[in-house]
């Protein structure tokens, strides 16, 4: 009989029994290494999906000794060089095989080089779930559709038509935002509001450098600084190989050597959001530069918001966010659920056992931390069988 404890006490088997993936030196997963998974009772191997020039390359998991069908899962990858070969993707969907499910990762390669265009992702994502949820090893009902960070706007953008189409039964989120103004100016300043205050977290200077590189050139006023753009695009390039925080002063020196090759003038630009590891972005100028990006952004792609509260209700949503998450503040995804409530049966867990892709530092509050975070996962889990 369907057990979502069972599973869940499962998935956090593979979890613990993959943490070596997670603890790997800064050298990239790279296509291909990530089969050697070293989580047992898992199989894994490389799928493609279509052919010629719209050929969809997946990575494919699953239980070694399950029984099947088994419940499909799709996850979407965040923004990140490694892509579905992350080694916290490879450690979720592996962590998921051992629960019994077959999972399914789409590479999506925009997003692999830093291109924030969500559309491809979108593509990516209905044809990984049609693909899942009609597969005989599959249960039939549909999939579960998760997107990572960036990826969840995309997921609900498309999960409501694919659930129509019967392909998808739930959606989940983990590390994700609502308002991208609300994000870029947590990286730029590392506020954010909770509870009726302002609060500070250091900022990831990760997620400024990617939204920078790809709108900062599109900002009025701005248009002649692709120099800078191209600058910042070289520095999270670099963070994606390193895999060492944004923050670590290691990443100076290259700081140092991509504003010399930035003419003058456009300098201190490149380093409002490139200042020295030991400072932050400049206050009042990150502020306004907040909502002139997020506006570039937005004209330049909508789809990066999530839908609004029209059209065609999603299916169930389960939402999981670390409260020490220096890329993405978790008040971004209890704005989520606010936004959600009233078309959507609806659930977020906050929890401090995590940060954005990794655990989080010891908390004063393990044990009750531990027992929140497992009723979330077990919700999530839960969506299978809905």
């Known amino acids: 009989m369907p057990s979502p404890t069972r599973d869940t006490v499962r998935f956090i088997r593979g979890w613990i029994g993959g943490r070596h993936l997670s603890e790997r030196d800064g050298s990239p997963v790279t296509s291909g290494s990530f089969l050697e998974t070293g989580v047992a009772g898992v199989r894994t191997r490389e799928v493609v999906i279509g052919s010629g020039t ?21 996850l979407l990858h965040g923004v990140t060089l490694p892509g579905p070969d992350h080694p916290a993707i490879v450690r979720f969907a592996a962590a998921l095989a051992r629960s019994g499910a077959v999972v399914l990762v789409p590479d999506i390669p925009t997003w692999r080089r830093l291109d924030l265009d969500p559309r491809p992702a979108q593509t990516a994502l209905a044809r990984a779930a049609e693909q899942l949820a009609t597969d005989p090893r ?21 999960g409501a038509e694919l659930a129509r189409k019967g392909f998808v039964r739930g959606l989940g989120g983990f590390g994700s935002y609502c308002r991208l103004a609300n994000t870029l100016r947590f990286g730029l300043t590392g506020q954010f509001r909770w ?12 997620g400024r450098w990617v939204v920078a590189a790809n709108y900062l050139h599109r900002v009025p006023g701005c248009e002649d600084a692709e120099c800078v753009s191209r600058a910042l695009h070289r520095l999270a390039v670099l963070a994606g190989e390193r895999r060492i925080l944004s923050w670590d002063p ?22 409002l959001f490139a200042p020295p590891a030991d400072r932050e ?43 020490r998450d220096h890329l993405i503040p978790f008040t971004e995804t209890l704005a989520l659920e606010r936004l959600l409530r009233k078309r959507a049966d609806v659930s977020a867990t906050i929890t401090g056992l995590f940060a954005h892709s990794r655990e989080s530092g010891p908390t004063a509050s393990r044990i009750r931390e531990s027992a929140g975070f497992f009723k979330g996962l077990k919700e999530m889990m839960a969506l299978q069988y809905r």
């Open 250 to 271: 290691g990443y100076d020196v290259a700081k140092d050597d991509l504003e010399r090759s930035i003419p003058a003038a456009h300098r201190p630009l490149f380093r």
């Open 54 to 74: 719209s050929a969809l390359h997946a990575r494919w998991y699953g239980p070694r000794f399950g029984r099947f069908p088994a419940p499909g899962w799709v």
């Open 281 to 323: 972005p400049r206050p009042d100028p990150a502020r306004e530069m907040t909502g002139l990006l997020a506006d570039a952004a937005h004209r330049t792609h909508p789809e990066l918001a999530p839908t609004g509260p029209h059209g065609v209700p999603p299916p169930p949503v389960r939402l999981l966010h670390g409260r």
């Open 138 to 158: 599959v249960r039939p009902g549909g999939v579960v559709l998760v997107g990572l960070s960036f990826g969840f706007p995309q997921v609900l953008r498309v």
């Open 195 to 206: 509870r009726g205050r302002t609060h500070y977290l250091r900022p990831d200077p990760y």
